[in-house]
């Protein structure tokens, strides 16, 4: 016989059946807010970790305190409402007001924001309201920075967007408080500004006058830019009260190194000046030079300078063999007086095999050797490199062994994707920026600026 529920029982299966359903209904709508809780959180974040980054910027404008702090707020507003849309998920954002404090040589920058979510409702229950909330700190220390720009030939065609980059990069940076010097290289390195030993600050508009007055010729002499930096940032005493824990080193170029600086052994023995020998970067050819270590693209003379268009007379023809290590900064009787202590190896057996012959690969390897090895040595004395590359050169191989110039800017750097053969974690890692275009160069600057506002937290 069959059995058929009670009316009382069919009427408590509808209720229990009710409630399940409006519980259900009530967790999806918690479930909802929850997600959308969490978008707008990150999106918060990410707002006002942009507003932070240039609230701290902005503190580098201004002669005052009041004046800075006041540039602080006014760019973390901007930035803010430029990564934090309207109505973002139907939310309404409130921007706290910019807290910025001055201790010494730092700066700290906080930025908080929250957002009013919608409440959701859903079977007649509501999820909220939701409030999420964030804070970001930013502290800004003060720095002492090398800007090394490559004015080589092959960048004549981006002259005006290398200098405005320029410019505009080193606007980001406090001219009271921020120690800076600049420089640039071709063929030899040439200090435009020398970065102040004992005093903090830099003269923004010496420096501008001296990019605006760049001319685009010569060689890629890497290794001689490389190595001023580093003796400039190195210049300030550490006995220096006010010499900054946060030391970096920006370089900037278009294409891999070809050129160095040297004394040669002579066959004729009438040279008895250092200068740069150089190579060009399609893989063949013989090495020039010699070239003035400080100036940007004159020749030695003096019988230093073979003059190739004549007769044969070749460089290796004048000159017999390349040093076992780099010498272009010493005297011309210590460049000959085995005594002299050398730091950085010319013929190597590794990374890339030089030998003491004056030929394109040795020179060529050499250069790009040079460049590392300096870079290299920058990090073990606690500097930081930040390398730029420009233009699509860079990703194709170029010199004696077909390398790409953008691995040694990586390698220079020790950013994290570069080549195994040259990354060390243990060391401080810098960051490579490229720009493919004129169009990203301003960008690529502003990228190195806020790496470096980062690091300083």
Known sequence: MRRFPKPQQRGMVTVLLAICVTVLIAAVGLVLSAGLSYMIKSKLNAATDAASLAAARATSIGGDQATQTANARAAATRFFNANFPANY?????????????????????NVSASATMPSVLMGGVV????????????????????????????????????????????????????????????????????IRPIARGFDRTSMTTHIKGYAFTGSTAS???????RRMINSVPTANLNRSNLRVIVFFSDGAPNSFGTYLTWNNGVCKKPGTVTTDDD????????????????????????????????????????????????????????????????????????????????VNRAARNLVEAMAAKSRDEGIFVFTLGL??????????????????????????????????????????CYAATQADLTPCFSKLASAILRISK
């Open 89 to 109: 998920l139907l939310s309404t954002p409130t921007l706290n007001e910019t807290q910025v404090s001055f201790n010494g040589g730092e700066v700290t920058v």
């Open 283 to 362: 893989g063949s050819g013989e090495p020039g030079g010699l070239y003035k270590l400080d100036q940007q693209s004159d020749d030695v003379g003096d019988g230093c300078t073979p003059e190739t268009e004549y007769n044969g007379t070749y460089l290796k023809n004048r000159a017999s063999a390349l040093p076992a290590f780099y010498n272009a900064h010493v005297t011309y009787e210590q460049s000959n007086d085995p005594k002299t202590t050398y730091e950085f190896p010319v013929v190597t057996n590794s990374p890339r095999v030089v030998t003491n012959a004056i030929t394109y690969r040795n």
């Open 391 to 432: 233009g699509s050169a860079l990703k194709a191989g170029s010199g004696a062994d077909g390398e790409k110039g953008e691995d040694t800017l990586k390698c220079m750097a020790n950013a994290t994707d570069a080549p195994s053969r040259c990354f060390n974690a243990a060391k401080p890692i810098g960051v490579y």
């Open 127 to 194: 999820s909220g309201p939701l409030s999420p909330s964030v804070m970001t700190e930013t502290k800004r220390k003060d720095l002492d920075m090398v800007v090394t720009l490559d004015i080589s030939g092959s960048l004549s065609g981006q002259a005006a967007t290398v200098r405005s980059s320029a410019i505009t990069f080193l606007k980001q940076f406090n001219s009271e408080r921020d120690r800076v010097g600049l420089l640039h290289f071709s063929y030899g390195a040439v200090i435009d500004d020398q």
């Open 223 to 229: 290794p001689e830019g490389m190595y001023e930096a």
